[in-house]
C-alpha cells in the first residue's frame, strides 16, 4: 500500500545516576536482540539518559538515523526529568516500559527498580501533558518488552498517519443520512487536514480527465482484477478515467499534509451526471491504502484509515445493515455455534470492499440505484459496483466519530464474519461479535453513532483501543460481556 507511514523505531535507554548506566545499558542490548529475534527492527541510541546534555545527544542520534517512533526504556530506575524532557522534545509517538529484574541471585548491585521508576516517569509525563503509549503491565523481561515493542510498531503507524493526514471531501453531507454529517473541529484536535469541495469540482476534475493517455493501462489493470467477474467491460473507461481523477487530486492537493483520504457524495446525482457508480474504483482505492468513504462520511474515511494504519491491510467501510433471519440461523445452526442470533447482523454496501476482502467478487449493478433511476431498462448508469460475498474470518468493528459538542469518541468491537451466504446483493457478510444487541443498544444507539462502521480484517481492538487513548479519546466503548453492565443499562431486564 501506498498510503500509510513506514515506522521507525528506535531505543533509548535511560538510567538514573545513583544506578550504574552499564545495567540499563545491557539490558537495552538484550531487548534489541529479542527485537532481532522476533524480526522487529530497531534502532539502539547508544547514548544512555542521565542527564539533559544526554538528552540531546540521544536526540541528535535519533534524528540522524531517521527515527520516528521512540522507545524509551528504563532500564533502572531512570531519571525522572530528562527521560520525560527526552519524550517531550521527539518529534513523533513514544513509549515507556520498564526492565524487571532477571533473577533472584542479583537483586543487590544487579537490581535496578525500573518497577518503582515506572510510577515518578508517569507522574512527570502528566505534568508535561505528555500522552505516550504505556502498555497495560509496562514492567517485563527483553522477550516481553520486544512483544510491547511489536505492538507499538503498529500503534505509532495510527498516530503518524492520522497526524499527517488530509482528508478530501466532495459534495454536501448527505440530507437523508444526516447521520454522516458531524462536526470537522474534532478532526483538527487530532492533526488532521479537511479540504471540502463542491460536486462540481470533482465533475470537472472528472471530464478534464476525458481521453486521458493513461486511461487504457488502469482499464487492463481493472480487467486482470476482476478476471471472470468483468460483467459489464463496457464502463470500465469511466471507472478508469474517475480513478485517474481521485489519484490526481491526492497528488496535486496533498499540500503540506503526507496521506490522503476521500469521503465522497455518490448518489444520487452522481449517478446521473457521472453516468456509473463508483464502488469498484472506490474499492480499488482502498486495497492502495486510500480509503474513500461512501455518502461523504468523513469521519468514515478517517476510521478506515486508522484501520488501515492498525493492520497495515485494507479495509472497509459498511453499514451495519440488518438482522438475520431465524430460519437462516437455524439451517446453519452449527457454522454459527457459540452464538446467539442476536450476536449477529449483516455488514453491507453497494461495492466498495477490495477484491482481496472477498470471497467471490464480481462486477454488478447497483441495485436500489437502478430501481430508483433507471427500472424499466437494462442497468446503464447503474453499473459499477463490486459485488460477493466478504471472506469468512477475524474482523474488528471501529469507528471514532465526532459528536454535536466537538468532543471524539470511539468503539472498538472484535468478531469474526461467518462463512455462510447472506443470499442478498451487494458487498455483504455475516457478522458475529458478542453481545451485539447490547453493544448495539448502548453503545450504537445509546451514544448516537451513525450507520456506517469501519472493518478490519483482523483482531486489532488492542492496538486501536490504545490509539484512541493517544489521542486522547476518553470515551472508547466495546462490545461488554454479560456480567459487566452499561452506564444505563436496565438490570432488570
Given at each position: 500500500m501506498i498510503n500509510i507511514p513506514k515506522v521507525k523505531l528506535g531505543i533509548v535507554a535511560v538510567s538514573r545516576d545513583c544506578f550504574p548506566a552499564q545495567l540499563s545499558e545491557e539490558r537495552r542490548n538484550a531487548v534489541v536482540q529479542e527485537c532481532n529475534n522476533k524480526k522487529i527492527a530497531i534502532f539502539e541510541v547508544k547514548t544512555a539518559v542521565e542527564n539533559e546534555r544526554d538528552v540531546v545527544e540521544a536526540l541528535e542520534e535519533l534524528k540522524n538515523a531517521g527515527v520516528n517512533a521512540l522507545v524509551v526504556y528504563l532500564g533502572n530506575f531512570g531519571p525522572e526529568g530528562p527521560e520525560t524532557i527526552l519524550a517531550q522534545k521527539f518529534a513523533g509517538p513514544t513509549m515507556f516500559v520498564a526492565a524487571a529484574e532477571e533473577t533472584e541471585s542479583n537483586l543487590i548491585n544487579g537490581r535496578g527498580d525500573a518497577y518503582c521508576g515506572m510510577l515518578n516517569a508517569s507522574y512527570n509525563l502528566a505534568l508535561r501533558k505528555l500522552n505516550p503509549y504505556i502498555p497495560e503491565y509496562p514492567v517485563g523481561t527483553p522477550d516481553e518488552i520486544a512483544g510491547f515493542i511489536s505492538d507499538f510498531e503498529n500503534i505509532a503507524r495510527v498516530v503518524l498517519g492520522v497526524s499527517n493526514l488530509k482528508i478530501f471531501s466532495f459534495g454536501p453531507r448527505p440530507h437523508d443520512f444526516l447521520a454522516c454529517n458531524a462536526p470537522i473541529k474534532p478532526l483538527f484536535d487530532l492533526g488532521v487536514e479537511i479540504m471540502e469541495n463542491s460536486e462540481l469540482d470533482l465533475y470537472a476534475s472528472f471530464n478534464e480527465h476525458e481521453n486521458d493517455p493513461r486511461i487504457p493501462q488502469v482499464v487492463k489493470e481493472m480487467e486482470q482484477e476482476l478476471g471472470e467477474g468483468n460483467g459489464y467491460p463496457g464502463i470500465l473507461p469511466k471507472l478508469a478515467q474517475y480513478e485517474l481523477t481521485l489519484l490526481d487530486w491526492l497528488k496535486n492537493n496533498i499540500g503540506i499534509s503526507t496521506y490522503g483520504v476521500f469521503a465522497n457524495k455518490c448518489w444520487p446525482a452522481f449517478q446521473t451526471q457521472f453516468k456509473f457508480v463508483p464502488c469498484f474504483v472506490n474499492s480499488r482505492m482502498a486495497a492502495k491504502g486510500i480509503p474513500v468513504a461512501c455518502e461523504t462520511d468523513i469521519y468514515g474515511a478517517l476510521s478506515e484509515y486508522i484501520?488501515?494504519?492498525?493492520?497495515?491491510?485494507?479495509?472497509?467501510?459498511?453499514?451495519?445493515?440488518?438482522?438475520?433471519p431465524k430460519d437462516m440461523f437455524h439451517n446453519n445452526k452449527e457454522k454459527f455455534d457459540g452464538y446467539q442470533l442476536s450476536d449477529l447482523f449483516m455488514g453491507f454496501h453497494c461495492g466498495n470492499t477490495p477484491k482481496s476482502c472477498m470471497k467471490n467478487a464480481?462486477?454488478?449493478?447497483?441495485?436500489?440505484?437502478?430501481?430508483?433511476?433507471?427500472?424499466?431498462?437494462?442497468?446503464d448508469i447503474s453499473r459499477g459496483t463490486l459485488e460477493g460475498t466478504i471472506r469468512p474470518g477475524d474482523i474488528t468493528f471501529f469507528r471514532v466519530q465526532g459528536t454535536a459538542d466537538c468532543t471524539l469518541r470511539s468503539y472498538v468491537a472484535e468478531g469474526e464474519i461467518i462463512d455462510v451466504d447472506p443470499n442478498?446483493?451487494?458487498?455483504?457478510?455475516?457478522?458475529?461479535?458478542?453481545?451485539?444487541?447490547?453493544?448495539?443498544?448502548?453503545?450504537?444507539?445509546?451514544?448516537?453513532?451513525?450507520?456506517?462502521g469501519g472493518v478490519g480484517f483482523m483482531h486489532a481492538g488492542k492496538v486501536?483501543?490504545?490509539?484512541?487513548?493517544?489521542?486522547?479519546?476518553?470515551?472508547?466503548?466495546?462490545?461488554?460481556?454479560a456480567s459487566m453492565l452499561y452506564k444505563n443499562e436496565n438490570p432488570f431486564k
Amino acid at each position: 500500500m501506498i498510503n500509510i507511514p513506514k515506522v521507525k523505531l528506535g531505543i533509548v535507554a535511560v538510567s538514573r545516576d545513583c544506578f550504574p548506566a552499564q545495567l540499563s545499558e545491557e539490558r537495552r542490548n538484550a531487548v534489541v536482540q529479542e527485537c532481532n529475534n522476533k524480526k522487529i527492527a530497531i534502532f539502539e541510541v547508544k547514548t544512555a539518559v542521565e542527564n539533559e546534555r544526554d538528552v540531546v545527544e540521544a536526540l541528535e542520534e535519533l534524528k540522524n538515523a531517521g527515527v520516528n517512533a521512540l522507545v524509551v526504556y528504563l532500564g533502572n530506575f531512570g531519571p525522572e526529568g530528562p527521560e520525560t524532557i527526552l519524550a517531550q522534545k521527539f518529534a513523533g509517538p513514544t513509549m515507556f516500559v520498564a526492565a524487571a529484574e532477571e533473577t533472584e541471585s542479583n537483586l543487590i548491585n544487579g537490581r535496578g527498580d525500573a518497577y518503582c521508576g515506572m510510577l515518578n516517569a508517569s507522574y512527570n509525563l502528566a505534568l508535561r501533558k505528555l500522552n505516550p503509549y504505556i502498555p497495560e503491565y509496562p514492567v517485563g523481561t527483553p522477550d516481553e518488552i520486544a512483544g510491547f515493542i511489536s505492538d507499538f510498531e503498529n500503534i505509532a503507524r495510527v498516530v503518524l498517519g492520522v497526524s499527517n493526514l488530509k482528508i478530501f471531501s466532495f459534495g454536501p453531507r448527505p440530507h437523508d443520512f444526516l447521520a454522516c454529517n458531524a462536526p470537522i473541529k474534532p478532526l483538527f484536535d487530532l492533526g488532521v487536514e479537511i479540504m471540502e469541495n463542491s460536486e462540481l469540482d470533482l465533475y470537472a476534475s472528472f471530464n478534464e480527465h476525458e481521453n486521458d493517455p493513461r486511461i487504457p493501462q488502469v482499464v487492463k489493470e481493472m480487467e486482470q482484477e476482476l478476471g471472470e467477474g468483468n460483467g459489464y467491460p463496457g464502463i470500465l473507461p469511466k471507472l478508469a478515467q474517475y480513478e485517474l481523477t481521485l489519484l490526481d487530486w491526492l497528488k496535486n492537493n496533498i499540500g503540506i499534509s503526507t496521506y490522503g483520504v476521500f469521503a465522497n457524495k455518490c448518489w444520487p446525482a452522481f449517478q446521473t451526471q457521472f453516468k456509473f457508480v463508483p464502488c469498484f474504483v472506490n474499492s480499488r482505492m482502498a486495497a492502495k491504502g486510500i480509503p474513500v468513504a461512501c455518502e461523504t462520511d468523513i469521519y468514515g474515511a478517517l476510521s478506515e484509515y486508522i484501520i488501515t494504519c492498525a493492520t497495515n491491510l485494507p479495509a472497509t467501510l459498511l453499514d451495519i445493515n440488518n438482522s438475520v433471519p431465524k430460519d437462516m440461523f437455524h439451517n446453519n445452526k452449527e457454522k454459527f455455534d457459540g452464538y446467539q442470533l442476536s450476536d449477529l447482523f449483516m455488514g453491507f454496501h453497494c461495492g466498495n470492499t477490495p477484491k482481496s476482502c472477498m470471497k467471490n467478487a464480481a462486477m454488478k449493478y447497483q441495485l436500489i440505484m437502478k430501481r430508483l433511476l433507471e427500472p424499466d431498462k437494462e442497468p446503464d448508469i447503474s453499473r459499477g459496483t463490486l459485488e460477493g460475498t466478504i471472506r469468512p474470518g477475524d474482523i474488528t468493528f471501529f469507528r471514532v466519530q465526532g459528536t454535536a459538542d466537538c468532543t471524539l469518541r470511539s468503539y472498538v468491537a472484535e468478531g469474526e464474519i461467518i462463512d455462510v451466504d447472506p443470499n442478498t446483493f451487494g458487498g455483504t457478510g455475516i457478522f458475529a461479535i458478542k453481545e451485539m444487541a447490547r453493544f448495539y443498544r448502548h453503545v450504537l444507539i445509546g451514544k448516537r453513532y451513525p450507520h456506517h462502521g469501519g472493518v478490519g480484517f483482523m483482531h486489532a481492538g488492542k492496538v486501536l483501543y490504545a490509539a484512541m487513548k493517544m489521542f486522547g479519546v476518553s470515551d472508547v466503548a466495546f462490545n461488554q460481556p454479560a456480567s459487566m453492565l452499561y452506564k444505563n443499562e436496565n438490570p432488570f431486564k
